[in-house]
């Protein structure tokens, strides 16, 4: 009897929670996407997303209704983006990075977000533990441990290097928490780590500069959403100077960059569109655990290794997944 009280109990807290967080019950589900960068940069991802959610049924003007919103790359504007999302009572938002969950983590507590790529859900107060969020917060962790790994691709691929640069956006807070990880693996491999920081893209001529009157020897584009909306424009200038970039955009790596660590983004948002089809069918986000990427890749280019005069070691080259000729 009691198993069966604790059951009825379970199902009422599942039922409740559905109604409490979509205000569209009879009419189509809202699904709210805020993506903190430039639309010209994450249409792609918003695009990865639709697909997904197509695929299990989630067809816009079919019973769902997408609800769009760019941030620019203007941080100081997402609390009020999120704000006006959450007003409009969608049945789940999808956001990204530290800053994208803060603002709707901050706007509801009790509409469902579910982040695509974020570094540290749990220190920041989004979750509770990965296993069990215990909130309205959940979705695919981007470790932070990425940085340590890049940077010791740095010192693999480039074995006499001595100062390494990482490029971070400043209004954006999540870049602390990269910038003290590199620091202490770049001294932990004995690089003299350089930060050069920006506040806006019109700035990253004077970046470059910056960085070569430094005297760097690599550049890392810290792991952020500005990197992410610039990251072509970065690369270009860094091949033009032939300055090695590191990055942990696998996807980007094909264009320029000299290596890159990390997981495709498109199976980010794949595995992001489940969480919402679980969610949409009655499951507790708080309940969802944070899931772990699968899948990482090295890639190099050796192409831009011959641009920029690069001799990448055998052993690297063996072990990365995708060589780029």
């Known amino acids: 009897m009691k198993r069966r009280a604790v059951l009825i109990a379970g199902g009422v807290s599942i039922l409740s929670w559905a109604a409490k967080s979509s205000a569209q019950a009879g009419g189509p589900k809202l699904i709210a996407v805020l993506m903190p960068g ?3 940069a994450f249409r792609t991802r918003v695009d990865w997303l639709r697909s997904e959610l197509a695929k299990l049924g989630y067809v816009d003007g079919r019973g769902i209704v997408f609800l769009e919103r760019f941030g620019e790359d203007r941080t ?6 999120a704000s006006d999302l959450a007003a409009k009572r969608p049945a ?4 990204l990075s530290t800053a994208g969950v803060r603002a709707c983590f901050e706007a509801t507590k009790t509409i469902p977000i579910v982040f695509a790529t974020m570094g540290a859900p749990v220190e920041e107060g989004f ?8 909130g309205n917060v959940t979705g695919i962790l981007t470790p932070a441990e990425v940085v340590e790994k890049i940077v010791e691709i740095g010192r693999e691929a480039m074995p006499k290097a001595q100062r390494f640069a990482i490029l971070v956006h400043q209004p954006d807070p999540a870049h602390l928490t990269s910038l003290n990880r590199f620091r202490q693996a770049a001294r932990k491999l004995q690089f003299d780590p350089i930060v ?3 506040a806006a893209a019109s700035e990253l001529a004077r970046a470059f500069e910056e960085t070569l009157a430094k005297k760097a020897d690599l550049l890392f584009p810290s792991n952020q959403v500005f990197s992410s909306s610039h990251l072509r424009e970065i690369g270009e200038r860094a091949l033009k100077v032939k300055l090695p970039l590191l990055t942990s955009y696998v996807d980007f790596i094909a264009t320029a960059g000299l290596a890159a ?8 948002y794949r595995r992001a569109a489940a969480l919402v089809d679980q969610i949409l069918r009655g499951a507790n986000p708080g309940e969802l655990p944070i899931e772990r990427p699968s899948g990482w890749e090295l890639a190099v280019n050796l192409k831009t290794a011959r641009a920029i005069g690069v001799t990448l070691p055998q052993a690297l080259l063996l072990r ?3 060589v780029i000729e």
């Not at 100081?76 to 983006?81: K, S, Y």
């Not at 660590?261 to 980010?268: A, I, K, P, Q, W």
């Open 38 to 40: 430039t639309q010209d």
């Open 92 to 95: 789940v938002i999808v956001t």
């Open 127 to 134: 979750a509770k533990s990965l296993r069990r969020p215990g």
């Open 196 to 198: 050069v920081s920006v």
């Open 261 to 268: 660590y990390g997981t495709r983004r498109e199976e980010n």
């Open 76 to 81: 100081e504007r997402l609390a009020e983006i």
């Open 320 to 322: 990365a997944t995708r």
